[in-house]
């Protein structure tokens, strides 16, 4: 008699390659008499089917009447079933069919779609690959303008369907694809390449000066720098109040008017986020000059400094009516501004300032000193002697 004792078993191979099935028979002969078998089994070999194909040896097939099948050059028309029938003098065994079967392949279904985010935002990349042709695992792998990338604390999921930038930046923006891989058979296919576009919110890089003082009749301007994803808007306020009309870097005051005094500032934005200007102050007088030799301006006074001449400290007197913005600026006989003593608003009433001509380095000589308060000027002289 003959058995088969190691069925053949299924094959998965590409086209054109070479592969083979093969069985195990065990014959025997009168177990009672301890008899070697007198006849060597017979093979042949089938592929299954409706009916089933005798296979024959030739330049595709070889061992057709043996225990091991060999297939050649494999074809589409070879992915089926085969079994092989073993016949001896005391009886017939037939195999189980073993499958051959192409390795599979992955289809993208779904291929990963642009994304446009504002800087420190978090972006996502995904595709949809599917198995075809057979069963198996996949693998991914996404890259980032052509080069492989890694988890780390920006990307998560590198080696997954699913790719997350965190707080993506303008390094992070670019070409985005993924390589889907079938495992067994390493057929891969790579999905199309989609963009990640990285906004930037504005950064004002040039500021409004900080104070502006000047007459009414002149035309004065304020401007901002700002860098930022396009496109930019702007909004100009004085004194936390809209300016209508005023939207571009460039605020301009045609012909400016005491009431044109106050803090201005402009606010930058784009569709990722806003910025803030400093604030500049506007001071504008009506160009009213009281001389030297006078004291009073509708209530503002600027007494002479005691003492005068000095070598050493001087104090300087001055008197609002109402609270006000008050400026007292220290200049030479040219005019030139040595240094600016008062900037600020103080309280009505009467105020005092020093002034150490040693601190500022002040030379025997004449100098002038200035306030400007609520539009009105008036100027004092004063002999520093060393």
């Known amino acids: 008699p003959a058995r088969i004792t190691r069925q053949p078993y299924a094959k998965v191979a590409d086209l054109k390659n070479n592969v083979i099935f093969e069985v195990e028979v065990h014959a025997w002969g009168d177990t009672l008499m301890n008899d070697p078998p007198l006849f060597s089994?017979?093979?042949q070999w089938y592929k299954a089917g409706t009916p089933p194909v005798k296979l024959q040896d030739n330049s595709h097939y070889s061992g057709t009447k043996s225990n091991v099948l060999g297939i050649r050059n494999v074809a589409e028309t070879d992915y089926a079933g085969y079994y092989v029938t073993v016949r001896s003098q005391c009886n017939?065994?037939?195999?189980?069919?073993?499958?051959?079967?192409?390795?599979?392949?992955?289809?993208?279904?779904t291929?990963?779609?642009?994304?446009?985010k504002c800087e420190g935002e978090d972006a996502q990349f995904t595709i949809d690959a599917t198995i075809t042709g057979g069963t198996g695992e996949l693998k991914y792998q996404w890259f980032q303008n052509g080069t492989a990338i890694n988890d780390n604390t920006v990307y998560t999921g590198t080696q997954t369907n699913t790719l997350t930038v965190t707080g993506a930046t303008v390094a992070n923006a670019g070409q985005y694809k993924c390589t889907a891989t079938?495992?067994?058979?390493?057929?891969?296919?790579?999905?199309?390449?989609?963009?990640?576009?990285?906004?930037?919110?504005?950064t004002i890089t040039t500021q409004p000066v900080a104070t502006l003082t000047d007459t009414v009749g002149v035309s004065i301007e304020l401007s901002v720098a700002a860098t930022g994803t396009a496109t930019l808007q702007y909004q100009?306020?004085?004194?936390?109040?809209?300016?209508?009309?005023?939207?571009?870097?460039t605020l301009t005051i045609a012909v400016a008017k005491v009431e044109d005094s106050?803090?201005?500032?402009?606010?930058?934005?784009?569709?990722?986020?806003?910025?803030?200007?400093?604030?500049?102050?506007?001071?504008?007088?009506?160009?009213?000059?009281?001389?030297?030799d006078e004291t009073n301006a509708n209530g503002f006074e600027l007494n002479q400094n005691t003492p005068n001449p000095f070598g050493g400290s001087t104090e300087i007197t001055f008197v609002t009516p109402t609270a006000t913005s008050v400026r007292i600026v220290v200049t030479d006989i040219f005019g030139k501004e040595i240094v600016e003593l008062v900037n600020r608003t103080v309280e009505a009433g009467s105020h005092s300032v020093k002034l150490n001509a040693q601190d500022?380095?002040?030379?025997?000589?004449?100098?002038?000193?200035?306030?400007t308060a609520d539009g009105y000027s008036i100027t004092k002289k004063m002999l520093v002697v060393k």
Request: include cysteine; proline fraction near 6%.
């Open 41 to 43: 089994p017979e093979y």
């Open 92 to 109: 017939n065994d037939t195999s189980d069919v073993a499958t051959l079967s192409p390795y599979p392949s992955v289809n993208i279904a």
């Open 111 to 116: 291929q990963p779609a642009d994304v446009t």
């Open 182 to 202: 079938v495992v067994p058979g390493d057929k891969n296919a790579t999905s199309s390449e989609a963009t990640l576009t990285v906004n930037v919110k504005p």
């Open 236 to 249: 100009w306020y004085k004194d936390n109040t809209i300016i209508d009309g005023s939207t571009t870097s």
């Open 262 to 292: 106050g803090k201005y500032y402009c606010i930058v934005k784009n569709a990722c986020g806003e910025v803030k200007s400093n604030e500049s102050t506007v001071s504008i007088t009506t160009g009213g000059v009281v001389g030297v």
């Open 360 to 371: 500022f380095k002040l030379s025997t000589g004449v100098y002038y000193y200035t306030m």
